[in-house]
């Protein structure tokens, strides 16, 4: 067992101009676990994620992996998105490529594997996210759970250490919410380590190890799902979950 966590923030602060929008936010996310992020909306959950993945800069602090700063000047930024991969609410599939070259595209260019077998790794993903028979179809010929399921493939395509979902079913109708949780929830089984946001409270508390309440820029509390929702702390969290559920 390491002495780290597999993605640490430690103590981080993110502006925007003026605007203090995460505030000494510290972190951990250990190895296979699956840490959800909740809290209302514009208290820093995808900038929290962004900066993970060094679409965003901060101003102070330290992020993490695997005991690695990736949040130093120097941290290879392409190398560092091959090991963090990102789904976002707006699948942003190529929408002139097929499912399985949006999902081969990034191997074949980034990492430099071969077609052959960036082919068959792509397939068996597509199959994992049971989209295995739509690997020729063109995104617009896909449901928004459909198109999910790929983008998620696509980044699991690049075999990252850690996966960050941004509220990658709110775009989604109501009857296709379903089919990419369950996607989400066989990947944690496996032992995919993962930070999520997301308003889906039964995902969090059935499949998170940890559930972190964020509010104007901090973490106001964490804490394992059965003792947050049953037993929260805070007047904050309180408040919040009397509004969701
Ligand atoms: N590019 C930007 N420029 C300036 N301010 C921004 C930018 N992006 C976000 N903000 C501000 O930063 C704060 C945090 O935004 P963020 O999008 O991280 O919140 P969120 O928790 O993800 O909210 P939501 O639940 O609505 O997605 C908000 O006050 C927002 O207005
Ligand atoms: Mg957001």
Known sequence: MSDHSLLEFDNIDKYYGDTHVLKEVSLEVDEQDVCVVIGPSGSGKSTL???????EEIQAGEIRLDGTALTH???????????IGMVFQSFNLFPHKTAIENVTLAPQKVKGIDDEIAYEEGMSILEDVGMGDHADAYPNQLSGGQQQRIAIARALAMDPRVMLFDEVTSALDPELVGE????MRALAEEGMTMMVVTHEMGFARGVGDKIVLMADGKVVETGEPKAFFENPQTDRAKQFLSRML
């Open 49 to 55: 994620l962004r900066c993970a993945n060094r679409l």
């Open 73 to 83: 000047p120097d941290a290879d930024i392409n190398v560092l998105r091959q090991r």
């Open 180 to 183: 990419v949780l369950e996607v």
